[in-house]
């Protein structure tokens, strides 16, 4: 499956930008050792937020689940 959209500006279209598969199981592979990380050291209850800059982790103190 490809998820297909276009980036538009001032509704100009720029580009069109297409995530391959390929993209896609590129990035998983490469998130693998960071998941494996936090099912070891950390609880559900933690969270990764990940940037040009690090990575940076919180534990969320409250967590009131909406059903």
Known sequence: ???QEKLEVFNEVKADCTWHE???AELKEAAMPLVKYLRTHCTPMHVAIVDVGG???YTKDINVPIN
């Open 55 to 57: 990575v940076d982790l």
């Open 1 to 3: 499956m490809k998820h």
């Open 22 to 24: 390929k993209q896609q």
